[in-house]
């Protein structure tokens, strides 16, 4: 019994190792400043964000970026409001803003939208954000020196503004250790997934993977499927970790409508690669056994050791890491959440393959 747990111990602890180091080598790493040069076409497929988009369109025209070297395309998806028309009055006299009302997608749900948008894309880099966001000041330039040095596909850190309320908490722990995951793999070559709030590629790479055509065995993952036909042509994968690059958003008002969107993420992960799969099963496994392994003292106490190497270790991870993403969680609510987080993966994963997956 001793061997079991030592096994899991080891692996657990290597791979807390792994992940502790990487981020923090992606955060502290020096930072490239190539003058700014690379042509954007920033991407935003809208469904019913009149109330967002003001806040999204303030922050686009505050990016620390030559405007003759960046243009925003807005794509409203057949929105019951008045998105189209607020969006058209508030970037009138912009001329390197345009919305379009798009009527006839080449792909359903919001990979429509967002293929209508890059082939009215004039530029040969292009960036995604959602309507729900609000990119801070260097986002544009922090892409474009990590373009310049010849990344393909870029994944940027898109954390949710805190609140005091149970739900956002909960969001702002699960999006944190969300990250911790796929920027860790992401530098391991493993690539599986990115915030859709914060992505970018070149245009050649896009239609060399055949843009959308092969990620569409569900209504979601414009991002994680297209992700994963990109590892699939060893193309170059980087992260964009700089100050000031940040995509904020709001998390989601009530449980139910977090369940929702949980449900719609994590039923692409039914379509990752079998390696991303097996990584992630292993992961999310070894943390659940030390979880629950409190339960199993009474076959060997020593299983307690599990339970008090996670506790530590899930401490200092979150301890270490959270300041990168600009969150603060105090002692007693990294362990409270974490617990959450631990059992609400179970329940989001069994989730997502009753709930239907809708696109807004």
């Known amino acids: 019994m001793m061997f079991i747990i030592l096994i899991i111990a080891v692996i657990y602890l290597f791979s807390e190792s792994i992940i502790l180091n990487s981020v923090k080598s992606i955060f502290n790493s020096p930072k490239a400043d190539f003058k700014p040069r690379l042509k954007f076409s920033v991407i935003v497929a809208a469904k019913n964000e009149e109330k967002n988009l003001p806040y999204l369109i303030d922050a686009l025209k505050k990016q620390n970026y030559p405007e003759n070297l960046f243009e925003v395309i807005i794509v409203d998806d057949n929105s019951k409001d008045n998105t189209f028309e607020i969006g058209a009055e508030l970037i009138s006299g912009l001329n390197h803003f345009s919305i379009y009302k798009v009527s006839d997608k080449k792909y359903p749900g919001k990979k429509g939208a967002l293929q209508y948008g890059i082939e009215k894309a004039v530029n040969p880099f292009i960036l995604i954000?959602?309507?729900?966001?609000?990119?801070?000041?260097?986002?544009?330039?922090?892409?474009?020196?990590?373009?310049?040095?010849?990344?393909?596909?870029?994944?940027?850190?898109?954390?949710?503004?805190?609140?005091?309320?149970?739900?956002?908490?909960?969001?702002?722990?699960?999006?944190?250790?969300?990250?911790?995951?796929?920027?860790?793999?992401?530098?391991?070559?493993?690539?599986?997934?990115?915030?859709?709030?914060?992505?970018?590629?070149?245009?050649?790479?896009f239609e060399k993977i055949k843009s959308y055509s092969n990620t569409l065995e569900t209504l979601s993952g414009d991002d994680d499927l297209l992700l994963r036909e990109a590892v699939k042509h060893k193309m170059r994968i980087g992260i964009v970790a700089e100050g000031n690059s940040l995509v904020i958003s709001e998390t989601p008002d009530s449980f139910r409508d977090y369940l929702k969107q949980k449900a719609r993420h994590t039923s692409t992960s039914i379509h990752y690669k079998l390696t991303h799969k097996i990584f992630l099963g292993v992961w999310h496994l070894i943390n659940l056994v030390m979880l629950l392994s409190p339960i199993l003292i009474f076959i060997d106490n020593k299983f307690l050791i599990l339970f008090l190497l996670k506790l530590f270790g899930d401490i200092n991870l979150v301890v270490s890491t959270k300041k990168f993403f600009n969150y603060k969680f105090n002692l007693f609510e990294i362990i409270f959440y974490q617990i959450i987080y631990e059992i609400l993966i179970v329940v989001n994963f069994f989730n997502s393959f009753f709930r239907k997956v809708e696109w807004k």
Do not use: M, V
């Open 129 to 205: 954000t959602d309507a729900d966001c609000q990119p801070e000041i260097k986002w544009i330039n922090a892409f474009s020196n990590k373009f310049e040095i010849g990344n393909d596909f870029l994944l940027g850190a898109a954390p949710f503004s805190e609140t005091k309320s149970l739900i956002n908490r909960i969001a702002c722990f699960e999006n944190l250790r969300a990250h911790l995951l796929t920027f860790t793999a992401a530098k391991s070559n493993l690539s599986y997934s990115a915030a859709a709030r914060s992505f970018g590629f070149r245009k050649k790479s």
